[in-house]
């Protein structure tokens, strides 16, 4: 009897350490949570500001692409005012017109440049924010998971 009381006996005290081991492991501390929650917080005020950014930027782009459209009106003028500038036969006029235009052609590249630029930045931040929701949602869940388990439901 003492032989099988023995075994049983360690069996018994190695399932109970196992049992304890596994749910001191698993338990979240209340500070633990805490800190959690704070950091949910933080994580939504983050999103926020990208928000707001976000916005901004798509404001800046729309503002960008009404340059762009000034710009190609001054073009279809420089172009006009070359062709008269050659109708008139004045070389001096030609030449000017010609910088004219030049110029205000690459001021449309430029402007274009940094429009896809911009857009290819706001791309990105759109990217990066649905990710952080993401992220934030996963934390929430978890979050909601260890209150509910430290409840013991």
């Known amino acids: 009897m003492d032989r099988h009381s ?4 360690r069996t018994l005290a190695m399932t109970a350490a196992g049992l304890a081991a596994g749910l001191l492991g698993t338990a979240v501390s209340a500070q633990e949570m805490s800190d959690d929650g704070r950091e949910l917080r933080q994580d939504r005020r983050e999103i926020r500001r990208d928000t707001r950014e976000i916005r ?5 782009l729309w503002r960008d692409t ?5 710009d190609r009106r001054e073009l279809r003028g420089d172009r006009r005012g070359l062709r008269e500038a050659y109708r008139s036969g004045d070389p001096h006029a030609v030449r000017d017109a010609r910088q004219e235009l030049r110029a205000d052609r690459h001021e449309l590249r430029d402007d274009l440049r940094d429009r896809r630029d911009d857009r290819r930045e706001l791309r990105e931040d759109r990217r990066d ?3 952080d929701v993401r992220d934030l949602r ?3 869940r ?3 998971r260890d209150i509910a388990h430290r409840r013991g439901r």
């Open 66 to 70: 009404r340059v762009i459209n000034r």
């Open 56 to 60: 901004r930027d798509r404001r800046e």
């Open 138 to 140: 996963q934390d929430r």
């Open 6 to 9: 023995g075994w049983i006996g």
């Open 129 to 131: 924010r649905r990710h």
């Open 142 to 144: 978890e979050l909601r």
